[in-house]
């Protein structure tokens, strides 16, 4: 599975002629493949280029599809529109802080019931020094 996702996801450029073949049988065999691509690559150039003005025509045109997934992420880019931007915009994000926040949270529910602050502070310590 990886390896077809792998091929669909590559510029024509980047693919051997097997595997060419290979994504031309399958969007020959599923009628939405060759346009959930053209969505995927233009999507992908939005944020490469940094032009997020373009994020509505590609909405527009992702709905039109029809496709459950799709529809349900067109719908999330939309309820968070700024922060999309942004993101188009930025090369900034606030990764680090989610994953330290992450693994607080993980200690925490770990110890929840059983432990008091001392534990937690001890769990840090020992995370901190992986």
Known sequence: MNQVNRCLFLHSNERTMEEST????????????EKLRKRYFEYRNIFLSKLPDKLPTWLASAKELSIEGLTRLVGGIERDMEAVK??????????????QVNKLKMIKRKG???????????????????
């Open 22 to 33: 290979f994504i031309k049988s399958l969007c020959d065999k599923i009628p939405h493949l």
């Open 86 to 99: 942004n993101a188009a915009i930025y090369k900034l994000t606030n990764g680090q802080v989610e994953g």
């Open 112 to 130: 929840y019931g059983r432990a008091k602050l001392p534990f937690l502070e001890k769990q840090m310590m020992i995370l901190n020094e992986l």
